[in-house]
Nanobody, 120 residues
Framework: QVQLVESGGGLVQPGGSLRLSCAAS????????MGWYRQAPGKQRELVAA???????NYADSVKGRFTISRDNAKNTVYLQMNSLKPEDTAVYYC??????WGPGQGTYWGQGTQVTVSS
């Protein structure tokens, strides 16, 4: 069984910072792209940032220059450093990974989500 477990969400004031982590575990053969999505109340889930196994990154325009995605391939972990947070960043943040798993093969997996609230 494969799991993506997120941590690091919480309540922060505008202008503050948070660091999200997401660790993949289980019968993993390889991990390709990993990413972070978010979903605010009443809105569709949207891509925040993604990173390939080689380290190439992609960001939503709304977070460029404020958020940084990184990964530790040895730990099967992806991170999202969020700086200069704004109230509009408030959402549930979901980790996502394209993985090849022993048995089922290649698939897309999601974490359970972690709440980020930016408010004074």
């Amino acid at each position: 069984q494969v799991q993506l477990v997120e941590s690091g969400g919480g309540l922060v004031q505008p202008g503050g910072s948070l660091r999200l982590s997401c660790a993949a575990s289980g019968s993993i053969f390889s991990i390709n792209a990993m990413g972070w999505y978010r979903q605010a109340p009443g809105k569709q889930r949207e891509l925040v940032a993604a990173i390939t196994s080689g380290g190439s990154t992609n960001y939503a325009d709304s977070v460029k220059g404020r958020f940084t995605i990184s990964r530790d391939n040895a730990k099967n972990t992806v991170y999202l450093q969020m700086n200069s947070l704004k109230p509009e960043d408030t959402a549930v943040y979901y980790c996502n990974a394209d993985m090849t798993v022993w048995g089922p093969g290649q698939g897309t997996y999601w974490g359970q989500g972690t709440q980020v609230t930016v408010s004074s």
